[in-house]
């Protein structure tokens, strides 16, 4: 629940002027505004679940977006229900001027959206309803050699169609041209991964692998609290602090704290013992990530 100084659980990603919000509790709109970011660019809306901490500021959401004449539509995904939910919460958000698309992720989850450099992905988790956690990964393109652009003796005009991949092949003097023809191995992109809600499931520690943030649920920070934590799916410090240790992670952020925690930095050594560099959350925290030359 919402305390004084501490809103409920959302995290958005802003890529070269998208912007991609992961959950929706109450108070989003306060800190987005707080931050100056806007809302005309959230082109993607990613659901882990729909109990109402995480979903309830939607509708407001909606119609602030509509307020600042978003036209395009949005692109929503989330377990199965989410059409329904949406659309119910939407009864006091309704003629928006905008298209909702949803995308329902099934139980096995894996790649759910793809454009361009920047793709998605899930793996189901294990908590009272419905779950999933989330991979935002940005790829990079191999650089360009125009050494072996000359080589293959392509006019200068055509190089630019293969280096930014406008064209994945196309024919010239009846021979065929690929991508891959003028870039070297593709390098290393970003990774963040946003885990809220659950036990700790087979296969989440793969998912996270080599993530430049994790963002990860630390509803307890007292590991005598291991109990609750298994009687409502939820993880200690300890537990996540595991996770990415496994993972190998650079970075973590504990999140989605008990109210019965009001100072979550107290525990914040059961973590870093297991993961030095671990952090607790807070409201508006942010980074920037960049591509390592």
Avoid at 104 to 110: A, F, N, Q, R, Y
Avoid at 201 to 212: E, M, T, W, Y
Avoid at 286 to 291: A, C, V, Y
Wanted: proline share 5%; net charge positive.
């Amino acid at each position: 629940m919402p305390l004084p100084g501490r809103f409920l659980s959302s995290m958005m990603a802003r890529i070269e002027g998208s912007m991609v919000l992961f959950d929706c509790g109450e108070g989003t709109q306060v800190s987005l505004r707080s931050l100056g970011w806007g809302f005309k660019n959230i082109d993607i809306i990613c659901l882990t679940h729909f109990h109402g901490d995480h979903v309830s500021g939607l509708p407001g959401l909606f119609l602030t977006m509509a307020h600042s004449e978003r036209k395009e539509p949005v692109k929503l995904f989330g377990p199965t229900g989410l059409t329904k939910i949406v659309k119910s919460l939407c009864v006091i958000a309704h003629d928006l001027p905008f298209e909702l698309e949803f995308h329902e992720i099934d139980k096995t989850g894996g790649l759910v959206y793809k454009q361009d450099m920047l793709q998605i992905s899930t793996i189901p988790l294990a908590h009272r309803a419905p779950c999933v956690a989330y991979s935002l990964e940005l790829l990079r393109r191999g650089k360009f050699d125009p050494q072996r652009a000359k080589a293959l003796n392509l006019p200068i005009r055509f190089w630019g169609l293969l280096q930014k991949q406008i064209k994945e092949t196309f024919v010239y003097n009846e021979k065929t041209y690929t991508s891959d023809m003028v870039l070297g191995p593709q390098r290393q992109g970003l990774k963040i991964v946003f885990c809220t809600d659950t036990r700790p499931v087979p296969g989440l520690a793969d998912f996270a692998r080599g993530a430049d943030l994790f963002i990860c649920e630390g509803m307890y920070g007292d590991d005598n609290k291991q109990d609750k934590a298994i009687a409502y799916k939820h993880m200690t410090f300890s537990e996540a602090a595991t996770i990415a240790q496994e993972a190998k992670v650079k970075e973590m952020w504990l999140t989605h704290f008990s109210p019965s925690m009001p100072d979550p930095k107290s525990y914040i050594e059961n973590a870093t013992k297991i993961f030095s560099n671990t952090k607790t959350g807070k409201d508006r925290m942010n980074t920037t990530l960049k591509f390592i030359e």
